[in-house]
């Protein structure tokens, strides 16, 4: 561990070490960017004063499960999750490293 801390430049691990921390930070940034265009495209989910005295029995109610709105709502967690487990595994390589 004491060996990475004073490592040089042109040191292996030094150099595994940032490509790995700037491969993390692109993939973060991209899955984030990703994040926000599918929050975007989702519906929202309040009906504000219309919801009071509004049906919400659809042909789409009923099949949620298939619907664009579900879709996007997976891929959203999905892209949450790759987000939480990439800052995880930076966070941990970081310490296990410096």
Do not use: H, P
């Not at 030094?14 to 926000?36: E, K, P, Q, R």
């Not at 599918?38 to 042909?59: H, W």
């Not at 099949?63 to 595994?89: D, P």
């Amino acid at each position: 561990m004491m060996q990475l801390m004073a490592a040089q430049l042109g040191d292996t691990a030094w150099v595994v070490y940032w490509v790995f921390n700037i491969f993390c930070f692109i993939a973060i940034f991209l899955a984030a960017l990703l994040g926000i265009i599918l929050v975007l495209f989702q519906k929202s989910n309040s009906d504000g004063i219309q919801g009071i005295t509004a049906s919400s029995e659809t042909f789409f109610g009923k099949n949620r499960g298939r619907s664009i709105e579900s879709k996007l709502k997976k891929w959203s967690w999905i892209v949450l999750g790759v987000i939480g487990v990439l800052a995880i595994v930076q966070y941990i390589v970081q310490i296990i490293l410096i």
